[in-house]
């Protein structure tokens, strides 16, 4: 499964749960959240994030 | 072709290693740390223990896999004793290293307060992984918990262990939580809900004494009160390591003095992250850190950047109220303004020019951080 990991905190972003608590519905793409989304744990950019398989 | 010589394995030592490599794959880099050099997230270090993660679990990625990845030497375990500057220079424990340019992102001290009673020594801070590992083995045998510190930190840690379950005491010569980032009616709004997870609030006062009593500790205060607690936790600030920088004959302040291209007193010689003081202002936030790491890594490959910070909102990691704030400079001019109160509240600071240019949001209102922070005036 592919998943997007905060570079800085280790946030992971999985897109068949989505982020329900920031209004991001379960589902949504990585590619559709908006590009100014921070990281909810630590504040940094989308950009931040990189693409890990786990 | 010398290297580029970065010291310091921390979020401003790799950062910027890895946005040097997305410019440029061919430059030669060393990094040198005088840990294991492997990658963990600081912030999380007052935050994961209720999420009950060992030391281990918080390594995000090897230093050797990091090295393979961004394909620099990593000199770890590695002492640095001296720069000397006329030959570009390191004298290190695995001997002298040359370089080109060299990038001092060696992070910061805890600040220790001086303390009498015969176990002032005992008192523990949580400054990197080891001492985290530390504090878990110490928490093992513990049930109480005195903090020094009600600031950001130390309010982490007091939400994090009263979570655990343990019995937490925060002691502060400040009049209200968190008092150096946020406005007094923001920082009162995290009294109740921390209260209410058992946390015992001391403020107006500060722990002058700390002796062994039984298998604990007694903090006696200014006030002359008096508390019990199992472990002693300081978490009172930091102080950037400015020794090295200052022996070779760079200007330092409070931090290693550099300029918006986080430049030095000497033209070869960076500094970035926790030691840094960037025309004057330290910033030991995680933002601060990224955006000053590309700055400096388009200037490391051969444009001239300067660091523009953006508006930065610092993320407190209260669960139990959550708060984002957009600090001001303690002497900007103008005023705090209640914008909303429900379930916490939306402060925002206002200028002469009634610009809103910072903001605190606490409990409901802290998701609000990305609005607020578009709505602030540049």
Known sequence: MKVWQCVVCGFIYNEAEGLPSEGIAPGTAWADIPADWACPDCGVAKSDFEMVEI | ?378
């Open chain 2, 1 to 378: 072709m010398k290297p580029i010589v970065v010291l310091g394995s921390g979020l401003a030592g790799y950062t910027l290693v890895r946005e040097l490599r997305k410019l440029n794959h061919d430059i030669p880099i060393i990094l040198v740390t005088r840990d294991s050099g492997d990658y963990y997230s600081k912030p999380t270090l007052s935050n994961a223990f209720a999420q009950k993660k060992e030391a281990a679990s918080l390594v995000l990625t090897a230093a050797k896999d990091i090295a393979e990845q961004q394909k620099f030497t990593l000199l770890a375990n590695t002492e640095v004793h001296a720069i000397h500057r006329e030959a570009r220079q390191l004298d290190t424990a695995a001997g002298a290293i040359g370089y080109e340019k060299l990038v001092l992102a060696i992070g910061a001290d805890p600040i220790r307060i001086p303390l009498q009673g015969d176990a002032a020594g005992d008192v523990l801070s949580v400054n990197d992984l080891s001492d985290y590992t530390h504090l878990r083995d110490e928490l093992g045998k513990a049930k109480t918990v005195a903090i020094m510190g009600g600031g950001l930190i130390g309010c982490e840690f007091a939400n994090d262990l009263a979570l655990a379950g343990y019995k937490v005491t925060v002691i502060d010569p400040g009049p209200y939580p968190i008092a150096g980032l946020l406005p007094e009616q923001a920082g009162r709004q995290l009294l109740a809900p921390l209260k209410n997870l058992g946390v015992s609030w001391h403020f107006g006062t500060a722990a002058q004494r700390v002796d062994a009593s039984g298998a604990g500790y007694t903090l006696t205060l200014s006030d002359q009160s008096t508390v019990s607690a199992d472990i002693v936790l300081s978490a009172v600030g930091l102080r950037p390591r400015i020794q090295l920088a200052k022996n070779a004959g760079l200007t330092v302040n409070r931090g290693i003095a550099v300029d918006e291209q986080l430049q030095s007193s000497d033209h070869a010689i960076f500094a970035l992250g926790d030691c840094a003081e960037i025309n004057g202002q330290t910033l030991p936030y995680v933002l601060p850190i990224m955006h000053a790491a590309r700055a400096l890594a388009k200037t490391l490959a051969g444009e001239d950047a300067k660091v523009v910070f953006p508006h930065m909102p610092v993320v407190v990691k209260t669960p139990a109220h959550p708060i984002a704030v957009l600090p001001v400079p303690r002497d900007a001019a103008g005023n705090w303004k209640v914008l909303a109160e429900g379930q916490g509240i939306r402060m925002g600071f206002f200028n002469p020019q009634n610009e809103m240019v910072g903001f605190a949001l606490t409990g409901e209102y802290a998701k609000e951080r990305s609005e607020m922070t578009a709505r602030c005036a540049a």
